[in-house]
């Protein structure tokens, strides 16, 4: 008997060196990243403008990073506390996170090196990681003059006090996060002067697909269903959105569009007006999408053209199903 307690014992303790071998070894060995380059960003007029829009427009920044009020066209950022971060984004039982306050007040001891790798590596200044809700593994996919810009226009936002909460993450997620960023390699090249090409990379850099795809339960896009929406946001108040269907299908995507009124759905939202009567809360940030130009949303609508259509009939709004408490 106190043979067999010995062993179990020995077990136990061998498997907890174990473990905590593993845990030392990923609290040393992730994230992996490249130091960040040493550079100094030249802040021109012209670069200053092509921030200020993919800021505000494509990447759509200040909808995270702002406090603001949910509308039927999405998220009205509060123009005096652009970059003040603060907003709660709960992860159910992984935890809460918090969006980063990104104006000087925060970023002020920054290098530009610093914060180019946070966008493309997706680590903070001390290496420590950043949730991929910050979509680092799109912006890796942005030119090096446009990410560039966006650092520059960061640079120039008003000094917001930097009070925001550290994030709650639990186990296993403070670990699993660990292990996703990595350096970015090379930029790609900027995009060229056709319509597809350019709408591919714009998609890619507004993260149509992080909410436009579904997901398996890793946050993975399931193969061959590529924005075909589904995916649910609660609103709030008391309904769930599902994102729409963007493909080509002409049943239950936008197969049947034309390019005016795909382009048309968006300058409809750009001044602000008052929704439909009983519009619902939408998740979809129509008012910083609006503000790109009409050549940018076409070539979008013709990206969108050239991907493979996938049936799939989207219930836009279900009411939210009532907690259950289990």
Known sequence: MRKALRIVLWLVTGLAVVVLAGLVYLGVAYPRTDDPPDIEIRATPELLARGEYLFHSVAACAVCHSP???????????????????????????????????????LGEWTDGEIVRALRDGVSRDGSPLFPLMPYFNYRTLSERDLQ??????????RRPDDVPERELNFPMNLIIRMMPGPAG????????????????????????????????????LPGRE????????????????????????????GAWTRERFVGAFKA?????????????????????????????GAIYDYLRTVPPVRNEVVRFVPQRPATGE
């Open 227 to 254: 924005l075909s929406g589904g995916n649910e946001f609660p609103t709030g108040d008391g309904w769930v959105a599902r994102t729409a269907n963007i493909t080509p299908d002409s049943v239950s995507g936008i």
């Open 269 to 297: 939202r750009r001044s602000g007006g008052s929704p439909a009567a009983g519009a619902r809360l939408s998740p979809m940030p129509w008012l910083a999408y609006s503000r790109m130009n009409e050549e940018d949303l």
């Open 186 to 221: 090379p930029y790609p090249a900027e995009p060229g002067s056709g319509a597809v090409e350019r709408g591919r990379y714009l998609v890619s850099a507004a993260s149509c697909g992080d909410c436009h795809s579904p997901m398996d339960d890793r946050g993975t896009p």
């Open 149 to 158: 810009a966006i650092v520059a226009y960061v640079r120039t936002l008003s």
């Open 68 to 106: 603001h009020e949910r509308g039927a066209f999405g998220a009205r950022v509060d123009p005096a506390r652009i970059g003040e971060g603060g907003e709660p984004f709960p992860l159910g039982s992984a935890g809460t996170l918090y969006a980063k306050n990104i104006t000087p007040t925060a």
